[in-house]
């Protein structure tokens, strides 16, 4: 698998989402309706192991164990508001995201969340489709890491994450 934030730096890469404008609005519809069927393909793949609930799934240890039991991966309905993936679609997106983290073992956190993306892009042969995923996964989760929450306000940032050069304050690899 290719990686490219070898070295790291969490603050810089939530600052680039601070800086950055949302540029959703500038998407093509034919790239979101693209984004939406590759993501419907991908849930169709997974969905007899999906167990939508209205618990908390923010445990990693604890869903890893129930997903080793049960083979089953619990997908949590509450604050399903996104503007990138609207209703069902973001809890479809949750499910193949969170299958990633369980099926080679994951864990939340910003390492984890690379790993995830790494192998969401290497299934994915769209370079702005790569760049969506980069903005939704890898620069809110260090926005979640730098402020302690995610923004108010979700961003999509089109971004050539290959090409950025960060000084190294965490190595990942």
């Given at each position: 698998?290719?990686?490219?934030?070898?070295?790291?730096?969490?603050?810089?890469?939530?600052?680039?989402?601070?800086?950055?404008?949302?540029?959703?609005?500038?998407?093509?519809?034919?790239?979101?309706?693209?984004?939406?069927?590759?993501?419907?393909?991908?849930?169709?793949?997974?969905?007899?192991?999906?167990?939508?609930t209205?618990?908390?799934?923010?445990?990693?240890?604890?869903?890893?164990?129930f997903?080793?039991?049960?083979?089953?991966?619990?997908?949590?309905?509450?604050?399903?508001?996104?503007?990138?993936?609207?209703?069902?679609?973001?809890?479809?997106?949750?499910?193949?995201?969170?299958?990633?983290?369980?099926?080679?073992?994951?864990?939340?956190?910003?390492?984890?969340?690379?790993?995830?993306?790494?192998?969401?892009?290497?299934?994915?042969?769209?370079e702005?489709?790569?760049?969506i995923?980069?903005?939704?996964?890898?620069?809110?989760?260090?926005?979640?890491?730098?402020?302690?929450?995610?923004?108010?306000k979700?961003?999509?940032?089109?971004?050539?994450?290959?090409?950025?050069?960060?000084?190294?304050?965490?190595?990942?690899?």
């Open positions: 698998m290719k990686t490219f934030l070898k070295n790291y730096d969490v603050n810089q890469l939530a600052n680039i989402y601070l800086r950055y404008k949302d540029q959703f609005n500038i998407l093509p519809d034919n790239l979101i309706e693209k984004l939406h069927i590759m993501l419907m393909e991908q849930f169709e793949l997974i969905a007899d192991k999906i167990l939508f209205n618990e908390s799934c923010d445990d990693y240890e604890e869903n890893k164990e997903y080793k039991k049960t083979g089953m991966i619990k997908v949590n309905r509450l604050n399903n508001n996104s503007i990138l993936f609207p209703g069902e679609l973001n809890l479809y997106f949750r499910a193949w995201h969170d299958d990633i983290h369980y099926y080679y073992n994951l864990p939340f956190g910003f390492d984890g969340e690379l790993q995830t993306f790494y192998h969401h892009v290497s299934l994915i042969s769209d702005q489709i790569k760049q995923l980069f903005s939704e996964i890898v620069l809110q989760t260090a926005y979640y890491e730098k402020f302690g929450k995610f923004p108010d979700q961003k999509v940032i089109l971004i050539n994450y290959e090409k950025l050069e960060l000084p190294s304050t965490i190595n990942c690899m």
